[in-house]
């Protein structure tokens, strides 16, 4: 019998280390029969996420043996896996698609957002790093983006649901207030080093269990506990990275700030030639160009030097002309090197009536971005204990505290350094002396900048006018088992997860976003409290084993978000309410939802090689009812998978080590967010004191129905020579109806969101997991897994009477015409990006105007996808002898990137492509009509323009058709080199006190190749309230990072 | 904590402030390019008239539609609850001027069937004619006559709330209605035979005839109920010059509200303008010209949003005397309109600028006179100055530098791309009507 602290384990594997081909693999109790080849052997025994056990045999042994395992690192043969519920069992026994990460992989090259972590690890899973650096939400989507509206697959830490939100401060989308800040997602807050495994339930079926948040899938995570024998383990880990920024703009260096080749600094605001704004089309760099500048010195009446933008204490002296001269790393340098320190120490012990683990772990990063920094406390206990024969209680307590003196803002405005560093900055500017970024004598009041009209400086702006973060998040769990009977037993458990974020933006004087100051409270409230019980029932009939579930559970959400600004201040400096110099603009919205469910799990087992389950749930959800009636809020959801051992059953060729086939069908329903169902009205910004209202954008639809999604599921799990080969495949369908959606509708309607029920969209897709264990002998071993998964999901059909509609957007500020539309037509896949760009004829030539100019054409057009054909993640692990090198590479093959950089950096005339600038102009490429509109006469153009106005109006942003990329990339995601030593080779040394030493050398996203040359090809942007996949937004570098770890276990 | 139905005062309190607040800004940054009123050195695509590629503003649509929503929320309450029927009235004056502002910008326009989602459904709603929007029953003049009936049929006690046009007083709606009726009729004189209608309005004198009874709400000092470009970017006040239009126009009349709405250029002093629409692609001095005055950013205190003015009223009424459409001294109207206008403008009336300037009254030239003082006093008003130059031509603009629609200028405004996105079927019809969406099709009012 095989048992583990949870109690029999069903589906480890149990085989001769000279035989790994002729295993066997425990039954539902735990027991096991093997015929032993050959006196004596040896016995391996593997559980995944337990440590393997090897038990010398001889005829004289005992039997039957029993064997206990302890939780730990494993082997990957036939896995074992967490499921809905916490329930641990063996892949073999499950009809559907589950796949786990053991927390080697995690914690190895510990990413600050611990969903990045799992980006290659999970074939299906597509993982997206955000754009503004550390502490940067990421974009987690399984199976490919399926619903119109909600893809974000749901969290469950130790059987209760941790939220993944990414909150977004209230923005007005204008050139004015403050900008986007991306505080991080939920489940970032996951600390690595506490997880034992994560499982990571793919389809619908695997998920039914967990209600309808589980229609995009189910990530699992199980964190660690202390162990069953008596003593006490101290284990110690660290690292210690060093960022640098990854893939910065290409910038041409041969023409600085101007426009028509003229420029002289006088005032930054208009006083001098072109000063107002930054193109870089003014004179030529390093030619001996004698210019007025921002940075050149001016001499005060009583002899002191000042610097030409020190406007307000010159007062308008002559500036001197000084050199003007390229700065090719000026943005390179202006990025520091960044640090990443994560340390943890854990205690861990038990003993025949409980266990626990204790865990603190430090974080602190201090990013690359000047004055960028993110520091996090995890506090994680996990707590068993028998008081009772029959009682177990358990308990889990994680404490999270998450500070930021500064979160960069992102989007298109002076808030993101990057409008300043990427598309607006003279390419002749020394960012160097913008260090000093007060004028003298004005500290406090007036910042010292190279420009005054559009742009703050960037060290003013990173290093004042700061977004602060202090987020206080609490999830856990109290639970209760008692065994009634030996078969029967009834779990009682309640868990919750609370945060509550506090959020403070500084504004100084003289920001150009806020000339008086200006000061915001952001406020961000989530509590979900789910609580359940759970009766398990368990009896065999002969050849039949049949186990029975049956629970309910409650939850309760309460989500608020309050956020008051003063948009001018009395005093400077002061960043309080209090000191505000205009009346105060308070938003605030509260939600409150409560789902009440029952549901029941059949499992029929017969021998060892099929296996049956079927489920169902019922949900009564409160965000379905409206004021008049709660008739929509119950809905129901069965499915039903099978799996069959093919290889136990079947007489397969000696080659075949195992095989296993499964099957299954689900449905799952999915409701909403609360207020869909009823317009409301919201507070705007007071006249002279009293208040106003206005109608919510969002027309409700009192009559919505739950969407429902059915997924079907066909796969194989093939082991040949004697495991040294796996090929797991997956082919799943999937099918959403009656999605409920937040369209966009035309303004006109009054509204600009609806709410419908409405659409199917079907997906298909495959999913490959092809392991390798290319070479094992005594000194080395190299292993190879390849995740790949493909997916393609298509509209098939639209609410009725539409034939064309929007998904989402992403603009420029609020303007209408600089958007990159999401629109779906039947027959259209999710994620086609439409835009508009220039005229061209059918053949692809741009019509000109006579005198040269392209001709815009502003009707919507398909112009690309935001989807990639498939991803691939290949990871691969040498070991030789004590020394170990894992490679993780991550390749997404296909789909397009609207780049908001290309787009605003190419006008302004700093990056590379815009360096050919002949003094004859640029005859661009095309025809011109010399016919009529209805008979055409093209011929080709011969008029020239001025490579400015060419350059200009190319990569203009009210056009997307020019500033798209191909969003392929094959990234080198990480790199380990590791040197372990375990107890046997540490007993006779110096520290000989010591289980385990590790020591690795660490690498992430060290390389990426890729057509894009300015950024990161990972990207999604952040519209309102939203991520949008598919636009590079003014990019912040993303984190290159090399460094040391060392793992002690006492 | 979202309420799902709300107080009248609330929501028309929005009305009317929301749309001011967000119409007076676009139309300062994209309505005065059109009227010349400034003229845009960046980002001004707009200026060079490629009206679907606006950079700054130039979307009045959604700040329609918006406001009509809202509006139309009011109505149906008043019409639904007898405790709100004392909205009525203001609620149709507010219908009224906003739709005819839309279809005078864009001319065919879902109306009918518009911000009606709610009660009816209809999130694509039909586009209707102009024609019909000015004259059709619920159209603009007859929502005008309703909201007279309903205001002067009104017994009840409670009193209209959230008014920060009027604080209540419903005689002064009943003439704004009146002005504005004369306004629409005027509008459309082109097409219909106003003249009877006209001459009874005027004769009942029951229109706007005081500053005291201007429909107008003060913008504050300071945010947030500051004039929406006293807190733009100063990159944005940067880019707004006076235009070469305006300087001709200033200089021509001697005119010294020139002082309030302008600043001199701060190399000379002097009140110069320069061309609207240049290609962004040339180095200038903006310090050569003149910029917006004082009073669009640092004395925002003394602005007020404008529905509907005296000033504007007797011009109005001078115009229809002017032209035979009343029985009227075109003069004596024209003489008034214009002393009110500057004082509207903070600006002392001299001495000779009716009696002896160019701006004195010169039969011979009557119109031209009466449009121009309407497009000085009009200035920032939400494309007025455009509108009134489709209508008569007056005062003359100039082609822009670098036109980006062939040299012509625009005569209306194509929809947003939002409409080819999201009511793609109806906007079908509509780009057709206007050969494809073409900014040169002039709208069913403009007859010349």
Known sequence: TVTSVDGPLTGATVYEADHPGKGTVTDSIGTFTLLIQDFPSILKINYLGYTSRSFPIDATTPLPLDVHLEAGITLDDVEVVVTALGVRRSNSTLGYSVQEVQSEELTDVQAVNFVDNLSGQVAGLRVTAGATGVGSSSQVVIRGETSFTNNNPLFVVDGIPINNNTIINRTNEEAAGFQEVDFGNGAMDVNPADVQSVSVLKGASAAALYGTRAANGVIVITTKRGGKQPGLGISFNSSLTLDRPFQLPRFQNEFGQGQGGEFAFVDGLGGGISDNITYSYGPRLDVGNQVPQFDSPVTLADGTVVRGGDVAVHGGLPIPSTPFVSQPDNVRDFYDSGTTAIHNLAISGGGADGDFRLSVTDLRSDSYIPGVNLKRKTLAGRFGFRPAERLHLDASLNYINTTSDNRPAGGYGSENINYDLTAWLGRQTDLEILRDYWQPGLEGTQQYSYNYTFFDNPYFTLLENRNGLDRDRLFGFLSARYELLDNLSLQVRSGMDYSNERRRFLRNFSSNRFPQGGYAENDVLFREINTDFLLDYTQSFGDFTLNLLAGGNRLTQLAENNQSNALTLAQPGIFRLSNAASPVVIVDQAAEKRINSLYGLARFGFRDYLFLDLTGRNDWSSALANPASADNTSFFYPSASVSFLASRLLDLPEAVSYLQLRANVAQVGNDTDPFRTSSTFVARSPYNGQPTFTEQSVLAQPNLKPEQTTTTELGADIRLLEYRLGLDFTYFTQRTENQILSLPIAQSSGYNQQIVNGGTVSSRGVEAILSLTLVVTEDFRWTSRFNFSSSRAVVDELPAGTDRFTLAYSRVYNSVNQTVYFIVEPGGEIGDIWGTGYRKTDDGRFILTNQGQFIADNTLRKIGNANPDFILGAANSFRFRNLELNLLLDWRQGGQIVSRSLSLAGVAGQLEETAYRPEAGIVVPGVVNTGTDSEPVYVDNTTAISAESYYRSYYDRNHEENNLYDASYLKLRELRLTYRLDRSALADGPLGGFQGVSVSLIGRNLYAWSEIPHFDPEQFAIQGQGIVFGVEDMTYPSARSFGLSLGLDF | ?448
């Open chain 2, 1 to 448: 904590n979202a309420p799902s139905t709300v107080q009248n005062e609330l929501l028309f309190r929005q009305v009317l402030y929301g749309y001011g607040d967000a119409m007076s800004y676009e139309g300062f940054v994209a309505g005065n390019l059109l009227s010349q009123h400034f003229a845009m050195i960046d980002f001004n695509l707009l200026d060079r008239h490629a009206l679907s590629s606006p950079q700054e503003g130039g979307n009045p649509w959604d700040v329609l539609y918006v406001a009509l929503r809202d509006n139309e929320t009011v109505l149906q309450q008043s019409r639904n609850n007898p405790a709100a029927a004392v909205y009525e009235g203001p609620a149709l004056v507010m219908k009224a001027y906003q739709a005819m502002r839309l279809t005078d910008i864009f001319g065919d326009v879902p109306y009918f069937e518009a911000v009606s989602g709610r009660t009816t459904g209809i999130v694509t709603p039909a586009y209707d004619r102009q024609e019909d929007i000015y004259l059709a029953e619920g159209g603009i003049l007859d929502n005008l006559e309703s909201a007279v009936a309903a205001i002067e049929n009104y017994a009840g006690a409670i009193p209209l709330g959230g008014d920060i046009v009027f604080n209540g007083d419903l005689t002064a709606w009943r003439r704004f209605a009146n002005s504005l009726r004369i306004k629409a009729l005027l509008r459309i004189s082109g097409r219909r035979d106003v003249g009877a209608e006209l001459q009874s309005l005027y004769a009942a004198g029951d229109y706007i005839q005081s500053p005291e009874q201007n429909a107008t709400f003060d913008f504050a000092a300071g945010p947030p109920n500051s004039f929406a470009f006293a807190t733009a970017r100063v990159g944005i006040f940067n880019v707004f010059l006076m235009s070469l239009t305006a300087e001709g126009i200033f200089a021509g009349l001697g005119d010294p509200r020139v002082s309030v709405l302008y600043r001199p250029a701060a190399n000379t002093g002097e009140y110069r303008g320069i061309i609207n629409g240049i290609d962004a692609a040339t180095a200038i001095v903006p310090d050569d010209y003149a910029r917006p005055g004082t009073i669009w950013r640092e004395r925002t205190g003394d602005l007020d949003f404008n529905y509907m003015t005296a000033w504007e009223t007797r011009l109005l009424l001078a115009e229809a005397a002017y032209r035979g459409l009343i029985e009227a001294d075109a003069r004596e109207l024209y003489d008034a309109g214009v002393a009110l206008a500057f004082a509207y403008w903070q600006t002392e009336l001299p001495d000779d600028y009716l009696t002896s300037g160019p701006a004195a009254w010169d039969a011979s030239r009557g119109l031209e006179q009466i449009i121009t003082q309407k497009w000085i006093a009009g200035i920032g008003d939400a494309y007025e100055g455009w509108i009134e130059w489709r209508r008569t031509g007056y005062p003359a603009l100039l082609p822009v530098a670098a036109s980006l629609n062939d040299g012509r200028y625009p005569v209306r405004f194509p929809y947003p791309a939002d409409e080819q996105a999201l009511n793609f079927q109806n906007y079908r019809g509509a780009a057709e009507a206007t050969d494809g969406n073409s900014v040169n099709v002039p709208v069913w009012w403009d007859v010349d």
